[in-house]
């Protein structure tokens, strides 16, 4: 009879066997019951002790495998490290930064909660450390991980930590579509819209062509691709087919049958985010509904800081635009407490306060070191502060732009500070840079002129306009037109020494084709059309009209009237009223004339009508003509 220590030991190796082979088949339900039944015999087994937390692992229970390993105090920093990332538990990093020499897999996990915290540095230089040392069959995840580190380092503002040799290791990786969607990011992090439309159409093409089982996923890969293209054309105010291609990219034609599409949340809440902000949505349901998908709460552990911002943002500004001042007002506040350092936190800010007319609130709102001299500028001016804007926008680094020295020169003409506009204009042409542009130069002195011209300041302007041609050689013929025809307000001389440089009428209409333009000229107007002296035959042929016999019905003794469709005062037998004069003529029964003694002027006394006695006769009634408050026919014209 065997005892019972044989009996124990026979059991744990049946139940180890047991124990691989479910580990091998991946049914870790199974293996963790055996590696249970292991432990309930001896509980020192260190082997079952770890595949039990092994088991919640892979289960996706994290913390039951947490619990065992405090409980059975079991040493797995690996495992326990993952625990605490995939509960989004920041001692994660803790633990894996106090293993003296981390293995692969170790630094594998690292990097993922470098790049899950926006640590993207560290992220680099963790997978930079992976890829020179580690040669295996995940080497592409790597490569690929590490270009989505680069691009979102690119993205952040750090971007001067991309440096040339990384952007040329990342230019040098394997071509699989992971790697070229990456690759796509980093260029439109740094602005390189056209390299990025071009990664992403071979990436698109490559994920396209590869073979797979799981038809769901290469679905979700492909949206994922074609939601960037769409970020492309929104980026380049392709307004229109972004809004097509986004939902192209969702495979969907609204959001009330987004629920066909199989797709994570983190991806439709991007796009209903960048829908919103493409503009006004057609169907008002269906924008509500865009807005709930933008906060859906599934997606907060999916998406990065960056985006939840923009998200939040563009839900402020959707309500700012619809005029929703107290919504936006809680958003905003909620915005403030989430991302307290965010620089889109001013301007909406200002923006709430400037739809209030609260223009003291709005400067307040605006740091001191704020570089957003153009919205303090803004404010000013809503304010009616034109000084202190003038000020704001002349120490602005922007001062140089057209548009900036448009406005500051209008701004000082309002309120008649001449001298300061002709200031404005003569340091902008006295910079040195400015000279190395002559389109800019062009356009600045064209605007000068005008201006310098409608306050009758021709000095000034023939002064600008003259300094131009002595310091280029060129000669723009519209200026140098605009320079003769006002120096005769000042200077004839100065007409006689520019007219000769002027072009000749010949070589301004050698390349117009004046035959074509006679014979177009009669579709645009009439007068301009080329007229025929007497005797001469016109190019043009005119079509003859082809006269037609009405066709009138068949067996039609008398033929209709041709006046049928005149007006009835246009035809020929028609009378006119008569006048109100003669209204009351013909009235009255027959044989007697109504109203006639009114019209018999020859001084005749009428004979005297006989009175009867009052006192005998029959009670009287009233003679005199009660008023008719019938409405009168009018003569009315059909």
Known sequence: MPSPVADEEWQI?????????????????????????ILRISKTETAAQECVVSCHVNLGQYDEALEVMKKRNVKMPFEKAYCYYRKGDPRAIDILSNIVEPTT???????????????YEKCVIVYEKLISTVQDDYIYERLSNYAAAIAMLAAS??????????VATLGGLDQGHEVLYNRACYHLAVDQLDAASVLLRSSIDICSKEKTDDIDELKEELSILKTQVAYIAHRKNDLLRAKRLYYEALDVESFANLGTA?????LISVVAANLVACGKIENAQESKRWLKAMTLPASETKLNNVQKEIILFNHCLYFLAGKQIDICRKKLKEMSEKFPNSNLLPILSVAVFLRDKKYNEALDALPDESEDHLLRAQVLLSQGSLSRACSVLAECPLSMKPAVISALVYL????????SAKIVIKNVLSREDVNASPEYLTSILKGAAGVMIKMKQYDTAVELLEKYFTSTEQRDPSILALLVSISNHVDPSIVKKYINELPSIDSLVSE???ISLESNAASLYSK??????????????????????PRLPKNLDNPPDPERWLPKWERSNYRKPRHKKHHDIGKGTQGTAGGSHNLDHSGKPTPSAKVENPSISSPQTSTKKRPDFRKKKTNRRR
């Open 528 to 549: 301009y059309h080329k007229k025929v002296a007497k005797g001469q035959v016109s190019d043009v042929v005119k079509k003859k009209k082809r006269k037609r016999k």
């Open 13 to 37: 190796t049946n139940h180890y066997v047991n124990l691989k082979k479910a580990f091998n088949d991946e049914d870790f339900t199974k293996a963790l019951s055996f590696a249970k039944k």
């Open 262 to 266: 199989n797709l994570n949340v983190a």
């Open 105 to 119: 897999r170790e630094l594998e996990i690292m990097a993922q909660i470098y790049y899950k915290n926006e640590q």
């Open 412 to 419: 000082y003409l309002s309120f008649e500070e001449l001298e």
């Open 512 to 514: 117009i084709d004046v």
């Open 157 to 166: 503002q750090k971007k001067e930590l991309v440096t040339q040799e990384r």
